[in-house]
Structures are given as C-alpha cells and as structure tokens.
C-alpha cells in the first residue's frame, strides 16, 4: 500500500461519511452507557474537519493529520476529542517526513497513536474502550506483511462487537459496573467506522 | 421544554455576554473563546489559578473568577468539558510568571481536556500544575471506575486555593492547600424533578411524582436509589450521615458546610435541610464554623440539594474568610 495526501483526505472523508449517516446509532450507544452525546459530538468534529481539509493545499500526508488532530481537538469535546485528537497528532508525528506513506509508516503511525490514546485515557485493553479496537488492528498492520483491505475491516468489527461482553472499567460507562456489559463501547464504534473507511481507500487504491 | 432563550445552540454565549454585561469591571472575555478572566489578568507574580467545565452549573465556574478565587473559568457547552485549545488560551491568558493551577472535577472528560491543554502549556515553557475534585460520596471510589465525581466541594477548592494564591504562594503551596481541601471535603446530593439541557430538549431522566434520587450526579447521572419522597429530616439525615461515615471527624472538630440548591428548589427549603444538619453536626459535637446556604453548583433547574462538609483547621479557617471579590462568592 502507498497512501497520498489525496488518499488521507479520502480517508478522512469517508469517515465523515459513516459517523453521519450513524449519528443517532452511536449516541444511541452512548445513552446506554454514558452521557449521550457521542454521535452528536463526532458527527460536528468529523465534519468540521472534512470542510477544512479540503479547502487546503497540503503537501504531506502529516500535515492532513496534524490539522485533524487540531480540529477534532477542538471541535468534538468530551472526552472523545482529547483522545481522537492525541490519536491523529501522534500519527501525524509518527509518519512526518515520509511521502507518501507505504505500509511500514503508515503502522508506525499507527502504533504511536494507539500509544498516545492509551496514555491520554490512561488505558489498557480489556477495559471496554476504543484501544479494544485499535489495538487488534495495530496488531494486524504489525504482523501482516501484505495487508488486505477485507481483513482490516474484519479485524475491527469483530473486535468492536466483543466489547459487548466486556465490564467497562474506564470512563464513564465504568459507573455502569456489570450493567455495561452486552452493549458496544460507543468509542469502539467510531474507531470501527474509521477503519473500515480506511479499508475502502486501501482497496480503491490496490 | 419551556426555558428562556433564544436559541438552543446559543445559550452559552448568551450568557457570557450577559455576564460581562453584568461585571464589566471585574471579568473579560478572552476574544474567540468561552474564557473568562478577571479583568486584571494576568496578575505579576501571583499563581494563576484556572477552573472549569461544562455549563449548566452557574454560578460555576465563570461566578467565582474573581480577586481572591479563580483568575479564569472555561466554559464548555451545557454538561460538556470545554476544549483543551480554549482551556489553553485560558492559562496563557492568567500566567502572571508563577505558574498556572488547574482544579479539574473528576469527570473523564474534563481531566483529558484540562491535561491536555496542560501538556500544551508545558510545551509553551509555562509551568502547569493540578488538583482534581472528588468529594461526592454516592459513587464508590474504586480501581474499577474513575472514581468519585466532583461537585459542590468543589467551591471550597476554588474558595481556598484562591486565597492563598492571593497571598503570593508558589505553585507548591498552592497545590499542597488544595489537595488538602480535596482530602478533607464530602458531599452528597438528591434530586426531585431532573434537569433539560437545551439542546436535548427534554429531560435527561425520569422521576415518579412521589419519587426522589438519592446521590444523583450535577448532571443527572444515576446515584444510589430511588425512592419514596421522605421529610426534610430524613433527607438531610440520610446525606449527612453517609457524609460522616466516608470522613474521620471527631468530637469537637470543626467544619464548614454547605447546604447547595441544584437549581429549582426554593431556599426556605435549603433552609429546612440546613436546620437538620446542624442539628445532626451539634448532637454529634461537631462544631460548625461556618453555614454557606445558597446555589453554589447547580445542574440548570434540577430540583434538589446537595450537603457539603469541609474539615477545617486553623489555616483552612483563615483562607476561607480572607476576602473574595467573585461575584459568586462575596467575603
């Protein structure tokens, strides 16, 4: 794989495209364990960030990501835009310098967000949380040496589904205790539309 | 939802600019954000100390910026953290050369918020240090939640970490008052009816005609139970004494207590619960210092209280009467 900046912006857009049309699935989620707004929340940050990045010349892929890290930073709130934010600023200081990015980069841009998420929310996996998503996928980029688009998407959403079964110990849902479990961690949602947007550049691009 | 706006979507920056209309002399607005600071900011050589968080509970945080309290509020959307970008432009804002103080409530998304716009200050080379607020006793402290939420305590915090920094104290010392506040103060909450936030449009939660919640969170989040509405004895009663069981007070300690109204309930009832805490406090001869009785931290027009205790010694007693100029919080 060799992603552009035209390939980023793809990326982001299909994002957007998901989080909008699952605005009311994800606070839907978001009511059973926590303060329903997370729907709400991503749909204005993503949003915000695809109007942006597209009236912008960018000429590295870092660039993109630094100035989605900003506008999701700024605009989405809670505790989703520090954690999405930190995701996409370490990623895009994790791949500056490199243009476009192959595979070995674009995973280490990936490895240092997860990192970052993990450090912000001062979380690990198992705890019913977006890392239970980026984790297996960060995984999958690491030990794959030719990565399929099918299976990015395969590896996310079976791991978005098992934090169904999981108790939340983190956040807020954690108040919910043994109640939190058989439903899906509203943040594992999101990062599932994010990677299975990026399934689908990886695809058009092969 | 029947409330006094204009526009659902706008009640945030209508009510700053109200309240710089009201305080022109005391508070500004940082431009382009929801910041407010006292108009004197930044003060040389004095700690800056910045708080904060979702609106809905005025007169926090923006009420309690001023000369003895805060130097700064930021304030997010109605029970939404403000963003680190407008937390940041806050402690650039008060930064006076001492260093900038951040009393962060505990709630998840407010300490990601306020510590990442921390992180970002680091950066800039201003020092940045923190406390966060845990006083409500309804939520269990566990390794397996985020711990306990921050509520009306939190004023205590902001009341007495203002006064020293007022005096000149470093970041240190600051920090250190601070958490002994954080240490020493308990609350607890109950609501009656809930609370709409104007952009959701109707209630965030359901309450029968004769039913109350005991331990309710600021924002409407679930306490320990639903029940039968009981007398104002037994309401007070029952808030105060899971208060002393979670706190080591003795015979003939002193405390400060605040018996805060959530928004719709009227103070002769405010009153009524307070009657039965000092009752309760003087049987078990523990002294009263000090009765604050009012709306200090609300959850926009939920009706229902919370009862505060502050374990006081002699220094804490001497912050909490030095003089505030907040227009919240007149000393």
């Not at chain 2, 609501?191 to 600021?218: D, Q, R, W, Y």
Request: charged share 25%; hydrophobic share 40%.
């Amino acid at each position: 794989m060799e992603l552009h900046v035209k390939d980023i912006i793809q990326w982001l857009e299909k994002t957007n495209e998901k989080i909008q049309l699952n605005k009311d699935y994800l606070t839907a989620l978001d009511q059973a364990v926590g303060d329903s707004d997370h729907g709400i929340n991503m749909s204005r940050g993503f949003h915000e960030v695809v109007n942006q990045v597209k009236t912008k010349d960018y000429t590295t892929v870092s660039d993109v990501l630094k100035d989605t890290a900003m506008i999701l930073m700024s605009k989405v709130g809670g505790a989703s835009g520090p954690l999405f934010g930190t995701a996409f600023l370490r990623f895009s200081m994790g791949v500056k310098g490199i243009d476009p990015i192959n595979q070995d980069a674009f995973t280490k841009g990936l490895e240092d967000a997860l990192a970052g998420i993990m450090q912000r929310g001062k979380a690990t996996t198992g705890e019913k949380t977006m890392v239970d998503v980026w984790s297996p996928v960060v995984n999958y980029f690491k030990v794959t040496t030719n990565v399929q688009a099918d299976e990015v998407t395969q590896t996310a959403k079976q791991a978005m589904e098992q934090t169904k079964e999981i108790m939340a110990t983190k956040g807020r849902a954690s108040y919910f205790k043994e109640k939190s479990i058989g439903h899906i961690d509203p943040g594992a949602a999101s990062s599932f539309y994010i990677f299975e947007a990026l399934s689908e550049v990886i695809k058009g691009e092969g | 939802m029947k409330k006094i706006m204009n526009d659902p979507n706008r009640v945030v920056q209508d009510m700053l600019a109200g309240m710089i209309a009201a305080y022109p002399n005391e508070l500004k607005q940082i431009p382009a954000t929801t910041a407010i600071t006292r108009s004197e900011a930044p003060v040389s050589g004095k700690v800056g100390l910045v708080s904060g968080g979702g609106s809905g509970h005025e007169p926090a945080h923006a009420g309690y910026v001023g000369k003895g309290m805060l130097d700064a509020a930021v304030v997010g959307e109605v029970f939404t953290s403000p963003t680190p970008d407008q937390i940041y432009e806050a402690i650039k804002a008060v930064d006076g050369g001492k260093g900038v103080f951040l009393i962060i409530k505990n709630y998840t998304g407010d300490v990601l918020n306020f510590e990442m716009a921390m992180e970002l200050a680091e950066a800039e080379g201003i020092q940045v240090d923190k406390v966060i607020v845990n006083d409500d006793v309804a939520v269990e402290d566990s390794s397996f939640t985020i711990g306990r939420r921050g509520i009306a305590g939190t004023v205590f915090v902001h009341k007495i970490a203002g006064a020293i920094a007022e005096q000149g104290a470093t970041l240190e010392e600051v920090k250190t008052v601070a958490e002994k506040v954080v240490n020493q103060t308990r609350s607890m909450g109950m609501a009656l009816t809930p609370c709409t936030v104007p952009a959701a449009g109707k209630p965030s939660f359901h309450l029968e005609e004769n039913e109350m919640e005991i331990g309710i969170g600021i924002h409407g989040e679930a306490g320990i139970e639903r029940k039968p509405i009981t007398t104002a004895d037994e309401i007070a009663s029952e808030l105060t004494e899971k208060i002393l069981t979670d706190m080591d007070l003795n015979n003939n300690e002193e405390v400060a207590v605040m018996v805060n109204g959530l928004g719709s309930t009227p103070e002769m009832e405010l009153y009524i619960v307070n009657k039965k805490v000092n009752q309760l406090l003087t049987e078990k001869g523990i002294h009263i210092y000090k009765t604050f009785v009012g709306e200090y931290m609300t959850a926009l027009e939920m009706t229902g209280c919370s009862v505060t205790l502050l374990k006081l010694d002699d220094e804490l007693k001497t912050l909490l009467d030095a003089t505030s100029e907040a227009p919240a919080f007149r000393n």
